[in-house]
């Protein structure tokens, strides 16, 4: 069992940055691949950047390619998501999740866990 929990999220301005942090617990963190999504009102849930277990392979989705920069700490048992040059259309709230894996997984129907989620608000 993995719990995750999301901070980090809030409210800024447009061409600004951000850093979520999800903490996991329990000791196999390393055996998890991870991933962050995000759903904004009234939309389906989305892919946004997922990274492997161990060797920081990681995939972006297109949205936020060269923006967004997805990282783990395993002594930590977290995961971080750096989000700079944000849009208003970054604007949703972000999950992460894990994935017993040892590739990087973008769809979110296969993942084990989720967290709770934080919001990211991008004001214009």
């Known amino acids: 069992q993995v719990q995750l929990v999301e901070s980090g999220g809030g409210l800024v301005q447009a061409g600004g940055s951000l850093r979520l942090s999800c903490a996991a617990s329990?000791?196999?963190?390393?055996?998890?691949?991870m991933g962050w999504f995000r759903q904004a009102a009234g939309k389906e849930r989305e892919f946004v950047a997922a990274?492997?277990?161990?060797?920081?392979?990681?995939y972006y989705a297109d949205s936020v390619k060269g923006r967004f920069t997805i990282s783990r700490g395993n002594a930590e048992n977290t995961v971080y998501l750096q989000m700079n040059s944000l849009k208003p259309e970054d604007t949703a709230v972000y999950y992460c999740?894990?994935?017993?894996?040892?590739?990087?997984?973008?769809?979110?129907?296969?993942?084990?866990?989720w967290g709770q989620g934080t919001q990211v608000t991008v004001s214009s």
């Open positions: 990274i492997s277990r161990s060797d920081g392979r990681s």
């Open positions: 329990g000791r196999t963190f390393s055996s998890y691949a």
């Open positions: 999740a894990a994935i017993r894996s040892t590739i990087v997984v973008v769809t979110g129907g296969e993942y084990d866990y």
